[in-house]
C-alpha cells in the first residue's frame, strides 16, 4: 500500500549541485571548469545571444525582408468531406464544428473547402466558403449562410 509518507523521488532524479573550487581532486578545482584566462572565464561575461566578438552578428547581416500583418485574419479551414459527421438536415455552426473536433484552438473564423464529397443535405453556417464548396453544399441539396450576417 503506498502512502504519502512513503514517497521517494526515483533513482537519479535528484542529482548534487556541481561544486566548482573545491581542490585538484575534485576534477572542477582551480579554473573551475572554465578553462585558462579569456573573456567566458571571467565572473560575469556579459554575452549577449548571437554575440559574435564584436563582428556584426549574423542576424544583423542578413537583409530584412517581408512584412507580417498583424491585423491578418487567420481562418480555421474545414473540408466539405469532413462534414458527414452530422446526420442530415443539421444545421452546422461553428460551436458544432468545435462538438466534434473539426475545429479546434482559436480562430478569427470558419472557412469551408471544397476537397472530399458530401451526400447529405445541410445547413452549414461559416463566414467564407470556396465556391467548389458551395457547389457540393448545394448538389448535395444543403444551403449556406455566412455568420457575419
Known sequence: ??????????????????????????GLGKT????????????????????????????RRMPKIGFTNIFRTHYASV????????????????????????VKGRWDGVKILGDGDLDR????VADKF????QDKIAAAGGSTESSKA
Open 121 to 124: 443535405a445541410l445547413t452549414v
Open 79 to 102: 473540408n466539405v468531406g469532413d462534414l458527414v459527421v452530422f446526420e442530415p438536415g443539421t444545421r452546422v455552426t461553428e460551436q458544432a464544428l468545435r462538438a466534434f473536433g473539426l
Open 32 to 59: 573551475s571548469g572554465r578553462g585558462h584566462k579569456g573573456q567566458k572565464a571571467r565572473k560575469s561575461p556579459d554575452l549577449g545571444t548571437g554575440f559574435e566578438g564584436g563582428q556584426m552578428p549574423l542576424q
Open 1 to 26: 500500500m503506498n502512502e504519502l509518507s512513503q514517497l521517494k523521488a526515483p533513482r537519479g532524479a535528484n542529482k548534487s549541485p556541481k561544486r566548482v573550487g573545491r581542490g585538484v581532486g575534485s
Open 130 to 133: 470556396s465556391q467548389s464548396a
